[in-house]
């Protein structure tokens, strides 16, 4: 499996942007794909998380400012972030997890957020 996320950019607070992620390969091996981050001197961590079935997970942060959602015809996952903040700064990365068990990563892409 191979993912490329794009979409990042410079934005001012509150402003909105939008992450893809397109898998290829072997994606009818592919149930959950979620979106990182990781700012400077912290862990990468879960933003958003969508299932195959469509289950949805959001850190809380992020609840009520982002929608995650799947095109699975179209092997993508998108990220919708709106009333962004400096602190959504970070570096997003998709990963996908797979049956049986592996996780695939994508290259980041850079969100910063000027205040």
């Known amino acids: 499996v191979q993912l490329q996320a794009s979409g990042g950019g410079l934005v001012q607070a509150g402003g909105s942007l939008r992450l893809s992620c397109a898998a290829r390969?072997?994606?009818?091996?592919?149930?959950?794909i979620g979106w990182y981050r990781q700012a400077p001197g912290k862990q990468r961590e879960l933003v958003a998380s969508?299932?195959?079935?469509?289950?949805?997970h959001y850190e809380a942060s992020v609840k009520d400012r982002f929608t995650i959602s799947r095109d699975n015809a179209k092997n993508t996952v998108f990220l919708q972030m709106n009333t962004l903040k400096p602190e959504d700064t970070a570096v997003y990365y998709c990963?996908?997890?797979?049956?049986?068990?592996?996780?695939?990563w994508g290259q980041g892409t850079q969100v910063t957020v000027s205040s």
């Open positions: 390969g072997s994606t009818r091996s592919i149930d959950t």
């Open positions: 990963a996908a997890d797979t049956w049986p068990g592996s996780r695939y």
């Open positions: 969508i299932s195959r079935g469509g289950s949805i």
